[in-house]
Structure formats: C-alpha cells, structure tokens
C-alpha cells in the first residue's frame, strides 16, 4: 500500500486520499497523507453547494500571495486541534484553514459572497471551499431546508448536494451506512 500511495501522488495531487480509510491529514499538493481515525461519526451530515462557475487551478496559484499563507503549523498545531476535539463539529473555525480561498474569491468574488451566505444558514457548523474551488461544503444541515433549497437549491447557477460522512475498517472498502 505504501508504494501504491507513493505513485498515487504523482498521479494527482488528491489520487492519494482515496487510498485512506475515508479521513486523512493531508499536506502539500494534497498527496502527502497522514490517515487518521474518523473524527465525525459515520451518518454526519453535509452539504456540498457547487457554484456553475468554473475556475482554473492555474488562475488560483497564480493569484496566491504568499505573505497571506497560513502560518500555523500543521503537524504541531492543526492534526492535534482535529484528533483532540472530540470531533470536528468542536474545531474553532479559526482551525478550518484553506490557503487556496483568499485567492479563489479574488478571481470570483461569487464565491465568497456565497461562502459568507452559507455561514449565515443556521445548521451548518462550518463552511469553506474545497480545495481551489469552486465547491464549498458545509457541515451539518439546515434547520430549515425548506428554506435553505428555496434560497440555494432552486437557483438556477448553483447545484446542492446533501450528503453523509462514511468510512471503512482497515481492509475493507466502503459500505453504505445502516
């Protein structure tokens, strides 16, 4: 496995998290992986909110600055922050770090302004972008969703998608939920 792992990675910077048991620390390009035990039960809820717009991973690195890159130290700060707050729901938002956004939102600022109308959606515990875009997932589920998909769900430039957190033992693929 450790092999495969290694050759995932120059695959594709996120082919490696598919090889975890569906939680992993990763750092760098996203292919260096640290596996870690669930910190969400199996059956918690989420929300992915995908905006229409495209957005070029190029376009984001390349409207990175630098000086704004997180300073916190992943290994000694953040993967404890994680593993010792009795699960996620519990990490202080100032913990829920994605370099890629400031920049993301400088080439749409769409997005943004849609993260900020996320976070205002009672239910949801944390909202950020995924990776470099243009997906944001939300943790939790609105209190109204009646409301939430007359907001979110019936816009015609914006797809939503309610999901679950799953995992799988050691040796074993993924199952669906009971």
């Keep these: ?41 199996t059956g918690t809820k989420l929300c992915i ?9 190029p376009s984001v690195f ?8 997180s300073d916190l130290n ?19 938002s100032e913990y829920y770090i994605n370099d890629l956004e400031p920049p993301a939102f400088r080439c749409v600022p769409e997005l943004g302004e849609l993260k900020k109308s996320l976070q205002k959606v009672t239910g949801f515990k ?3 972008m995924s990776g470099s875009g243009t997906s944001i997932f939300c943790i939790g589920e609105p209190e109204d969703k009646e409301a939430f998909m007359k907001e979110f769900g019936e816009t015609e ?12 033992e050691e040796g074993e693929w993924f199952r669906r939920p009971e």
């Excluded at 909110?49 to 991973?57: E, F, M, R």
């Excluded at 390349?62 to 890159?69: I, N, Q, S, T, V």
């Excluded at 430039?157 to 995992?167: K, R, T």
């Design 49 to 57: 909110v995908k905006p229409d717009i495209g957005l070029s991973t």
């Design 74 to 92: 992943a290994d000694e700060v953040l993967l404890p922050a994680f593993l010792n707050a009795n699960g996620v729901e519990n990490v202080p």
């Design 157 to 168: 430039d914006l797809q939503v998608f309610f999901s679950e957190f799953i995992g799988r």
């Design 62 to 69: 390349k409207a990175l600055d630098y000086d704004e890159l």
């Design 1 to 41: 496995l450790e092999q495969i792992i290694e050759w995932s990675g120059e695959l594709g910077s996120d082919i490696t998290f598919f090889l975890s048991r569906g939680t992993a620390f990763c750092t760098g390009r996203g292919e260096i992986m640290t596996p870690i035990e669930p910190p969400l039960p």
């Design 126 to 128: 944390h909202v950020m």
